[in-house]
């Protein structure tokens, strides 16, 4: 055979193999992907446990929802630790309750809820002309405590009164910007003709409605004067509460720009004002996600969280003289949220991440400590993200944990020292495993500082083949509130129905999202157009390098939202890796976008730092595909986001493809069509084929 004949020999062999082997973006692919939720729908038994106790608050029952639609009875003796099945449901015990829940106390014990009536019945609070009053119940005599108050700054329930009815305070709040956001809704259901429509929506540098506290002296019917120093520049102003000795009250200050938070008690004699607790930040307090404070009137002490340290952690302070008394957590973890302040026996209940050394820092572990820092017991175990079912006494929890990874594992603990009492339930997956179902993969690589740890997951099709090559496609969500990787069992994650079209997904926490180090999250600060991009694409280059069938020449990414905006950001600002972009309802401008979310991540007053991060801004740098997708009647997201980055990218004479949702609102592009226009965009421009076409 000749060299020529060779090579066409060869040329054969390889179109044949090539041939052979599953296309994708194809018709099949499609309603693959379109089953893929029928398809694992009930393919694992023995996921949850739901108990009925029984009286005794010792045994209780569930039922277990088996396999092909059997069920079977579980009864539980749970200090014996003995579990059998029970064919005759009249052999269980009565149950005396539902299925029990971990309380979550967000906040503690908020301040004490305003009143009208003095608590001595004598007096009766109101407003009128925007003033104090107080009228006496006894004849009805009305005595005028303001005359200052005007429609532009107003006095305004609700009333505190002191426990013995010799003072009140009274918020006055002077009014903010009136800002509204209208949009057009073209195709109403009930004429023909366009409705216009609008909602309230300050935006970051509005100003906004303060409110401050005012103290009144019932007796003299007169105003006691409070120097505002430390409050002069409230974002808010809530948790007002008084002394049970009437001595002084309280509350909460909130500065505008969240680098202050402020526990002040007021004199109710001289009205003198002195902070308690002075929480201050060069960057942001987290307010929104990473707030507890508890008072502990018996003892006269507050629980109260920061992150002073670099970690989310609890103190407690002497509420007198605002001193710390101690530190409750410490470590290089986090406290992720409070559920549970017993103040007779000094314990605290409490969600942590990262506590567990060698797991997952996202996996949420249950633990309880004393007052004092002492007693730190970790009540849950498990390789796993766990939540918890108290029995009726809280003398026993049953711990349900899983992984992506991992189906559920139901296990009985003790309450008082988390000890394995028997293992409940394990989820049997086999059947899902049948079908051909891929198990998320967890994978880590380093950041940009080439030393954090970053965390992501891997998705496969069903008919994954290790020999191909597979574009990789990356749903982000970046928003610092929270982190938002997928830790727990489900048989269908969403990433997995794109992945069925012949792409390899990835989600990935990266630097600036929350639930880590305070270091970590304050890379957001003034910089969201960061979305912690360079960590993600280092942590695909890192998996790429291990799985050689991820195609980095061909990368995706989408998001909505916050999502929105990053996926945007993507092909700005790193357009030699990510190649096509889907942005549904971006908050493109964080000028554009609701106050509270974006002063707390980007600062107040707004400064340069607002139009460099914006997507606007930065169009003319486009790189690759983009489809943008906004719903005309958003009312989270001003729809006007959108369009000035389409403004922007037609000056900059840029291609890109604009869909306009009619009749729809937030997150336009979760609608069926815009499902399958997102997954078409792809199909087309990372896999290079029309879809659907054979």
């Known amino acids: 055979m000749t060299v020529r004949h060779a090579g066409w020999v060869l040329l054969f062999v390889l179109h044949a193999c090539v041939g052979s082997v599953h296309a994708q973006g194809t018709r099949a692919d499609y309603e693959r992907a379109n089953k893929l939720r029928d398809l694992t729908n009930g393919k694992v038994g023995r996921t949850r446990v739901e108990p009925r106790w029984a009286a005794d608050g010792v045994q209780f029952w569930y039922r277990n929802e088996l396999g092909g639609g059997g069920q079977e009875l579980v009864l539980v003796d749970a200090e014996k630790g003995v579990r059998q099945i029970v064919a005759d449901a009249s052999k269980l015990p009565a149950a005396t309750t539902q299925p029990t829940t971990t309380p979550v106390e967000r906040r503690g014990r908020r301040g004490e809820r305003g009143r009208d009536l003095s608590p001595d019945g004598k007096w009766l609070a109101f407003i009128k002309n925007n003033n104090v009053y107080v009228r006496q119940v006894a004849d009805g005599k009305e005595l005028a405590f303001s005359t200052d108050g005007t429609v532009e700054d107003a006095y305004g329930g609700p009333f ?83 002394e049970r000795d009437s001595s002084r009250f309280t509350f909460l200050y909130n500065q505008r720009g969240h680098q202050v938070l402020r526990v002040v ?17 060069q960057t942001f307090i987290d307010y929104a996600g990473k ?122 603990r003790r309450s008082e020292d988390g000890k394995l009492i028997c293992v409940l339930e394990k989820a049997d997956w086999s059947e899902l495993l049948k079908v051909g179902w891929q198990v998320p993969e967890r994978f880590v690589a380093k950041g940009r500082d080439g030393v954090t740890d970053i965390h992501g997951v891997i998705f496969r099709p069903t008919h994954f083949d290790p020999n191909r090559k597979y574009p990789v496609i990356e749903q982000i969500y970046a928003g610092p509130q929270g982190a938002f990787v997928p830790k727990s069992f489900r048989p269908m994650h969403s990433s997995q129905v794109m992945a069925e079209l012949g ?32 960590d993600r694409i280092l942590w695909i280059r890192a998996a790429a390098a291990k ?42 401008d964080n000028r554009m976008d609701k106050i509270w979310w974006n002063e707390l991540w980007m600062g107040w007053p707004i400064g340069p730092h607002y139009a460099e991060q914006s997507n606007v801004t930065q169009a003319h740098r486009l790189q690759g595909k983009l489809m943008l997708v906004v719903g005309e009647m958003d009312q989270n997201v001003d729809p006007a986001s959108t369009m000035q980055v389409v403004n922007a990218l037609i000056k900059a004479n840029k291609d890109f493809d604009l869909l306009v949702m009619a009749g729809s609102g937030h997150g336009s592009c979760e609608s069926p069509y815009g499902q399958r226009r997102r997954q078409d965009f792809f199909v087309r421009h990372l896999l290079g084929v029309e879809p659907r076409a054979k």
């Not at 100003?207 to 003299?220: C, G, T």
């Open 160 to 242: 505190y009164w002191s426990p013995d009815s010799a003072r009140l305070v009274v918020l006055r709040t002077k009014k903010g910007d009136e800002r509204k956001v209208y949009y057009v809704e073209s195709s109403p259901k009930d004429q023909l003709q366009p409705k216009l429509h609008s909602y309230d929506y300050l935006k970051p540098g509005d100003r906004i409605p303060q409110s401050k506290p005012h103290l009144f002296d019932v007796a003299n019917a007169k105003q006691i004067e409070v120097n505002d120093e430390l409050f002069g520049n409230p974002w808010s102003v809530d948790e007002v509460r008084w």
């Open 265 to 281: 008690a007021v004199d109710a004699v001289s009205g003198r004002a002195r902070p308690i607790i002075d929480e201050l930040s």
């Open 291 to 412: 707030f507890f404070m508890r008072n502990v009137e018996q003892t006269g002490e507050i629980i109260w969280m920061s992150e002073r340290d670099g970690w989310n952690h609890l103190y407690l302070y002497d509420a007198k003289s605002g001193s710390v008394k101690n530190q409750i957590t410490k470590g290089e973890w986090v406290v992720l949220r409070v559920d549970l302040v017993d103040e007779q026996k000094k314990r605290i209940w409490f969600r942590a991440g990262g506590i567990r050394a060698g797991q997952d820092p996202y996996l949420v572990h249950y633990c309880r400590v004393n007052f004092d820092g002492s007693g730190l017991t970790l009540l849950t175990e498990g390789d796993g993200t766990h939540s918890v079912q108290f029995s009726p006494d809280r003398r026993f929890f049953i711990d349900t944990w899983s992984r992506v990874d991992l189906p559920p594992v139901m296990e009985l």
């Open 503 to 534: 792409f390899i997904l990835v989600q990935i926490d990266g630097m600036g999202t929350s639930s880590r180090s305070k270091r970590f999250h304050d890379v957001c600060w003034r910089n969201l157009g960061d979305s912690g991009l360079p």
């Open 547 to 588: 799985y050689p069938y991820m195609d980095l020449n061909h990368v995706g990414i989408y998001g909505g939202s916050a999502g929105g905006q990053s996926a945007t950001r993507a092909v700005l600002a790193h357009g030699d890796f990510y190649h096509a972009a889907v942005s549904d309802c971006g908050c493109h």
